[in-house]
């Protein structure tokens, strides 16, 4: 396991623009004073939070990468796919594909709100709504802080294990996109598609037939991985001459207890490594990275 100081970028962060706790600003400021060269803003299924961060970056002298976390479903199991060094622009296909999904993010949710009530969870729309003001990605995150907020779980996670995960009475897909519609649309915005936290899905099959539809690289050093995770799927990502990269999926304190900026992320060498293959999907004669 490689020690924090070891890490010079944090390439699994969110905002206020999807479940985290800091604005962009903020969160830009919490990472170059944890000490980091560079970090990615990585919120779920937007990109609004992505020009705030490129500037405050600017001012403070840390490396910004422009991200975003999208779901993919395989067969019936949910991947998360972080999209890094995309280009936010509205007329890129993340950014296309981001907002057909913020129109329907909301009714998502009050669904799930709808579910909870009907298997007997005494939670008001009104309730879920208050905690979903302040971003423009409302998801289940929001909705198991009005649970914490109500008292009726002991925490984000509680909620989750008793409510919001699948199998869970409050459970709803979100949008049914394959791996390879999310692989694709991250190419066409010219990022780089990186399996998040490989060792929560438990199958390195799938891992194999991703890379061969074109996923980029796998985040090896996350919170949820064991030891023996890191190294499985590092082995398969050189194998394969995939990238590997690194983030403390950090939301804040209320959302993710005791996760800080730079437990986990990426190493000088391993970011390096992104870069260029960044570069690569560009194109040559682009080297604005």
Do not use: W
Not at 40 to 69: F, Y
Not at 130 to 136: D, F, G, L, Q
Request: net charge negative.
């Amino acid at each position: 396991m490689n020690q924090a100081h070891e890490f010079v970028a944090d390439l699994h962060l969110h905002s206020t623009a999807s479940d985290g706790e800091l604005n962009p600003d903020s969160l830009v400021d919490a990472a170059k004073e944890a000490g980091l060269a560079a970090m990615a803003i990585t919120d779920h299924d937007t990109v609004s939070g992505i020009q705030a961060a490129l500037k405050r970056g600017q001012e403070r002298g840390i490396e910004v990468v422009p991200g975003c976390e999208l779901t993919a479903y395989a067969g019936e199991t949910e991947l998360h796919i972080l999209g890094l060094f995309i280009d936010p622009s509205a007329e890129s296909a993340v950014s296309r594909l981001v907002e057909q999904i913020r129109r329907r993010r909301p009714e998502r949710v009050l669904a799930i709100t709808a579910k909870l009530r009907a298997a007997g969870v005494d939670l008001l729309d009104e309730e879920v709504l208050a905690e979903t003001r302040k971003t423009k990605s409302p998801g289940r995150a929001h909705i198991a802080a009005a649970l914490v907020r109500k008292g009726l779980v002991q925490d984000v996670e509680d909620a989750f294990d008793r409510y919001l995960d699948p199998g869970r009475p409050g459970y709803i897909q979100k949008f049914k996109f394959s791996p390879e519609v999310i692989i694709t649309t991250i190419h066409e915005s010219r990022g780089l598609a990186i399996l998040a936290h490989p060792g929560r899905y438990l199958q390195p099959d799938l891992v194999r037939l991703l890379f061969a539809a074109g996923l980029d690289g796998v985040e090896i050093n996350h919170h949820s991985h064991t030891p023996e995770d890191r190294v499985l799927y590092e082995k398969l990502a050189l194998e394969h001459e995939k990238c590997t990269s690194g983030g403390s999926d950090f939301h804040g304190p209320r959302m993710k207890p005791g996760i800080h900026i730079r437990d986990f992320g990426a190493t000088a060498s391993m970011f390096a490594q992104l870069k260029k293959r960044a570069l690569e999907v560009r194109g040559k004669s682009d080297q604005s990275l």
